[in-house]
Each structure stands twice: as structure tokens, then as C-alpha cells.
């Protein structure tokens, strides 16, 4: 008896020396989209990957780059995913927030996009060679986000502005509808909505997939922070970059299986396309030289003569590539299924 008893007490010391061992997971909000590009982090929190890592990734969803940044700002969440206009707009507008990672990008492109044109047959536009034809015609785009550098960048590789086509500002879902119904000509989006409306609307065209001829295109989507949780919390910052960083590899290298987290979280959109929009996604979390020289020589620019931003400024103090130089050192597997970044677009 004298045993059994004490077999019981060794048993909850055991039990209590196990629970007070265990480190309780650090909650972390993000503010994302439901879009293909956004995936890893659907799939870093189903399948447990930043539980690994003691994180408690809480999702907060918007529609845009634009409503996350304001998410951010209000302390609705720690980190949130931006694009190019939105980030660089509060910047100048002396909003203190930083860039620590990328979560749509090509780190050997000079110019990217994550949007896509595609047309109706009443646009006439069935190439790029046709971009001309676009005049007087409604295009379907969310205003301040890359559809509408994209579109600008288009237009302007034919001699056009934006003054010379009517834009409709339309949320992807949406401004897919709307093709759909004939109430615009034309739609700049990104995936899957891109696919959706490919796949699903006859007569579509795909006209150009992500930057396409215009080379004066660049924006790009970036993990961004207060410089206040920065300067304070780094270490948890780092231990989520990490995180992020394997989650991103498995979407990449997991397509399909990454299609069918999504599926769950990005609803009215089916199986069969998420898996053919998860192809063309480009996640790819790594920060190099192109980044810089694609906001001031083209994003910027573009800003500039739209009126959003007084002047091109440099963007370099908004930059912190600390972290992610560490984990490229430290965990060089999280990136080993992706062409080596160039020589000339390396980091010094």
C-alpha cells in the first residue's frame, strides 16, 4: 500500500513538474486577407506550425492592405500584411511602422505584381498588344492597393492614363462579379480571384498575369510592425518570423494540400481553383537589394504623379532586414526549395 502510495505522489510530482515545464504559448495577432497569397498563415495554424514555436496566432481578416494597416494602427493586431501604396502612404505621412519581411515577392524580379488583368470580349483587349483598346472602357480595381499601380503601369506602357479609362473601385470579389454581369469591361485582381473569374466566366481572358510588359511595375506585399513592438519585442518577433518562414515553405511545397486549408478559410471559392490559383502564387518571404530600388524607382514615382504621395523619400529607415538576415543564417532549410537569390540582389 506504502508503495502504491507512493507511486501516486512520484506520479503528480511528475505530472506537476511537467506542467509548470511547459511554456505557454505566446498569443500573437496578425491582420491578413483571404487570398491565396495568405495562405501560410491558414495553413501555420492548422497544421500546428506556430504552436511549435509556443505562438498563438490569432487571424483578424480585411478586405484590403489599406483596412489591415488601420487594424495595425488601432492595435487590433502585432503584425499585418501590406502592400507597397498603403505602406509607403503612412510612412510619408509620419506613421512609424517598419517592414521586417515579405509575403508575395520574387527576390530575383526588379518588378513584380501580385495582381492579374483579365478581360471581357467587350473590352476588344485579348493581349497586351491590345492595351490601347482599353480606352473609354470601365475597369473593376480596388483604388490604393497594387491593382491600381498595376492598371496605371499597363496603361502607361500604350500612351494611356487613368483619366483615359473609367475605374470602378471594386474589392476582387466584387469587381469579379461585375465582369460577370457585364457592369465593367475589364478587372485588375489578385488570386484566386483571378482564377475564379478565368475559370468561371466564359468568354474571359487572361490577359496579363502579374507584371506582365509593364517594367516600371513593383509591388510587392510586406510583413509589417509598429517600430514600437520592434524596438520591444524582438524576440518574439524573430521566433514568429521563423515560424512564418516554415509555414510559407510548406503552402509552397504543398500545394494542394495548402488549397484544401484555404478552402476553409476563403469562402465561395472551390477546391479546383484554389489548387490552380495556389500555383501561381509566389511566396516567398525573402528581403533583398530589389526592394528598395523597386519602391523609388517605380512605385513611388507612380504615387507621386497619382498625387498620393509630395516626393519620392528614401525608404530605407522603414526597412529592417535584422531579423531576417538572422534566420536566412540560422535556418537556411526554410528557404532551400527556391532559386538562390542573385549575386546583385543580395543584402550586404
Same mark, same amino acid.
Given at each position: 500500500?506504502?508503495?502504491?502510495?507512493? %507511486? !501516486?505522489?512520484?506520479? &503528480?510530482?511528475?505530472?506537476?513538474?511537467?506542467?509548470?515545464?511547459?511554456?505557454?504559448?505566446?498569443?500573437?495577432?496578425? %491582420?491578413?486577407?483571404?487570398?491565396?497569397?495568405?495562405?501560410?498563415?491558414?495553413?501555420?495554424?492548422?497544421?500546428?506550425?506556430?504552436?511549435?514555436?509556443? !505562438?498563438?496566432?490569432?487571424?483578424?481578416?480585411?478586405?484590403?492592405?489599406?483596412?489591415?494597416?488601420? #487594424?495595425?494602427?488601432? %492595435?487590433?493586431?502585432?503584425?499585418?500584411?501590406?502592400?507597397?501604396? =498603403? &505602406?509607403?502612404?503612412?510612412?510619408?505621412?509620419?506613421?512609424?511602422?517598419?517592414?521586417?519581411?515579405?509575403?508575395?515577392?520574387?527576390?530575383?524580379?526588379?518588378?513584380?505584381?501580385?495582381?492579374?488583368?483579365?478581360?471581357?470580349?467587350?473590352?476588344?483587349?485579348?493581349?497586351?498588344?491590345?492595351?490601347?483598346?482599353?480606352?473609354?472602357?470601365?475597369?473593376?480595381?480596388?483604388?490604393?492597393? *497594387?491593382?491600381?499601380?498595376?492598371? #496605371?503601369?499597363?496603361?502607361?506602357?500604350?500612351? !494611356?492614363?487613368?483619366?483615359?479609362?473609367?475605374?470602378?473601385?471594386?474589392?476582387? =470579389?466584387?469587381?469579379?462579379?461585375?465582369?460577370?454581369?457585364?457592369?465593367?469591361?475589364?478587372?485588375?485582381?489578385?488570386?484566386?480571384?483571378?482564377?475564379?473569374?478565368?475559370?468561371?466566366?466564359?468568354?474571359?481572358?487572361?490577359?496579363?498575369?502579374?507584371?506582365?510588359?509593364?517594367?516600371?511595375?513593383?509591388?510587392?506585399?510586406?510583413?509589417?510592425?509598429?517600430?514600437?513592438?520592434?524596438?520591444?519585442?524582438?524576440?518574439?518577433?524573430?521566433?514568429?518570423?521563423?515560424?512564418? *518562414?516554415?509555414?510559407?515553405?510548406?503552402?509552397?511545397?504543398?500545394?494542394?494540400?495548402?488549397?484544401?486549408?484555404?478552402?476553409?478559410?476563403?469562402?465561395?471559392?472551390?477546391?479546383?481553383?484554389?489548387?490552380?490559383?495556389?500555383?501561381?502564387?509566389?511566396?516567398?518571404?525573402?528581403?533583398?537589394?530589389?526592394?528598395?530600388? #523597386?519602391?523609388?524607382?517605380?512605385?513611388?514615382?507612380?504615387?507621386?504623379?497619382? %498625387?498620393? !504621395?509630395?516626393?519620392?523619400?528614401?525608404?530605407?529607415?522603414?526597412?529592417?532586414?535584422?531579423?531576417?538576415?538572422?534566420?536566412?543564417?540560422?535556418? =537556411?532549410?526554410?528557404?532551400?526549395?527556391?532559386?538562390?537569390?542573385? =549575386?546583385?540582389?543580395?543584402?550586404?
Amino acid at each position: 500500500m506504502r508503495r502504491s502510495l507512493m %507511486g !501516486l505522489a512520484l506520479h &503528480f510530482s511528475l505530472a506537476l513538474g511537467l506542467t509548470t515545464a511547459v511554456q505557454a504559448a505566446d498569443d500573437i495577432a496578425v %491582420g491578413f486577407v483571404r487570398a491565396t497569397a495568405h495562405a501560410p498563415y491558414m495553413v501555420g495554424i492548422e497544421k500546428g506550425v506556430y504552436a511549435k514555436y509556443d !505562438l498563438n496566432v490569432v487571424p483578424k481578416f480585411y478586405t484590403s492592405g489599406i483596412d489591415s494597416l488601420q #487594424g495595425l494602427l488601432t %492595435g487590433e493586431q502585432k503584425i499585418t500584411t501590406v502592400g507597397a501604396f =498603403p &505602406f509607403l502612404i503612412a510612412i510619408s505621412k509620419g506613421i512609424d511602422v517598419v517592414a521586417i519581411g515579405m509575403i508575395e515577392s520574387q527576390a530575383n524580379e526588379p518588378n513584380f505584381t501580385v495582381t492579374s488583368l483579365l478581360t471581357a470580349p467587350s473590352a476588344g483587349v485579348t493581349s497586351a498588344a491590345d492595351l490601347a483598346k482599353l480606352k473609354g472602357k470601365k475597369v473593376g480595381l480596388l483604388l490604393g492597393t *497594387a491593382s491600381e499601380d498595376h492598371m #496605371g503601369g499597363l496603361l502607361d506602357t500604350v500612351g !494611356l492614363a487613368p483619366k483615359d479609362v473609367e475605374y470602378v473601385n471594386l474589392a476582387p =470579389p466584387k469587381a469579379v462579379t461585375a465582369l460577370q454581369t457585364g457592369a465593367v469591361d475589364a478587372i485588375n485582381v489578385w488570386e484566386p480571384w483571378t482564377t475564379v473569374a478565368e475559370k468561371t466566366i466564359p468568354g474571359t481572358t487572361l490577359v496579363v498575369n502579374g507584371a506582365g510588359p509593364c517594367v516600371k511595375c513593383y509591388n510587392t506585399g510586406f510583413m509589417v510592425v509598429a517600430r514600437k513592438t520592434l524596438e520591444e519585442e524582438p524576440a518574439l518577433l524573430e521566433r514568429f518570423w521563423i515560424a512564418h *518562414a516554415e509555414a510559407m515553405k510548406y503552402a509552397r511545397t504543398h500545394t494542394d494540400e495548402t488549397a484544401d486549408v484555404a478552402s476553409r478559410w476563403i469562402e465561395g471559392v472551390n477546391i479546383d481553383i484554389l489548387k490552380a490559383a495556389m500555383k501561381r502564387a509566389n511566396m516567398d518571404p525573402r528581403m533583398t537589394k530589389n526592394i528598395e530600388t #523597386g519602391l523609388v524607382n517605380d512605385t513611388m514615382p507612380f504615387l507621386v504623379k497619382a %498625387g498620393l !504621395l509630395k516626393s519620392v523619400f528614401d525608404p530605407k529607415p522603414n526597412l529592417n532586414y535584422d531579423i531576417y538576415k538572422k534566420v536566412a543564417a540560422e535556418h =537556411p532549410d526554410l528557404f532551400d526549395d527556391m532559386q538562390p537569390v542573385k =549575386p546583385e540582389y543580395q543584402l550586404d
